[in-house]
């Protein structure tokens, strides 16, 4: 059983172009979960997808940042006319379906996708 | 709104020194607290997790404890090895019935030969 795969693993983009990062997770997951690692500072959620559903998107940067979960494929991470501040670390996590309440999983990381903006 | 604070910041020790990172949080209405490593440059690499009903899981020179009633967990590191050199951080999911996570600040070990 794979784990959670991220691609790219390190992502070049110049200023103004579009970054799309893929998260493929764990299989039987059906959510998912982005984070950003800013250079020297911690990590922070940003958004959790179900299939076809964004549940909570409140650490998502108002402007240029997008995130789905289509009903085949991997969930993609969108970042428009990206600047130098979007330089990070972007993690994806994958868990099984859970019932409210159930709080028993763990929390599965890919290897995240390195963005430098040039 | 939940805050984890972990201290030290960071931790410079000789090797085979035993030692000791902790994790407070503000919200104990917590499920479980995961413990990660992560090495520079690296993804995340999970280390243990304690549910909310136990008080200490241990994975081999490892040990982590739970107090959620007064909003602590430790994570003790045996004989610590060159190879422990990394930052460690504390994750509590919220409470929301699902896994968003927040995480530590982060402690980062060195361990020096």
């Known amino acids: 059983n794979a784990g959670v795969m991220q691609n790219p693993r390190h992502l070049v983009r110049r200023r103004g172009q579009e970054a799309r990062l893929r998260c493929s997770p764990m299989?039987?997951?059906?959510?998912v979960y982005w984070y950003r690692q800013l250079p020297e500072e911690g990590l922070k959620f940003m958004v959790y997808l179900q299939k076809e559903n964004i549940i909570d998107e409140s650490g998502m940067p108002k402007e240029r940042f997008s995130a789905e979960f289509p009903k085949e494929g991997p969930s993609i991470l969108r970042i428009q006319q990206v600047v130098r501040g979007d330089s990070a670390a972007y993690f994806c996590?994958?868990?099984?379906?859970?019932?409210?309440?159930?709080?028993?999983?763990?929390?599965?990381f890919g290897q995240g996708t390195r963005l430098t903006v040039v | 709104k939940q805050e984890v604070t972990q201290i030290p910041a960071a931790l410079s020790v000789p090797e085979g020194e035993n030692l000791v990172l902790n994790c407070s949080f503000t919200d104990s209405a917590i499920y479980n607290l995961q413990w990660f490593r992560q090495d520079p440059g690296k993804g995340l690499t999970s280390l243990l997790l304690i549910q909310s009903s136990q008080r200490e899981q241990t994975s081999g020179r490892l040990n982590a404890s739970l107090d959620k009633s007064s909003g602590r967990s430790t994570l003790y590191i045996a004989a610590s090895q060159p190879g422990d050199s990394a930052t460690y951080l504390c994750a509590v999911p919220n409470s929301g019935g699902y896994q968003k996570v927040t995480f530590g600040t982060g402690t980062k070990l060195q361990v020096i030969p």
């Open positions: 996590a994958s868990s099984p379906w859970l019932n409210r309440g159930q709080g028993n999983t763990e929390a599965f």
């Open positions: 299989k039987g997951h059906s959510h």
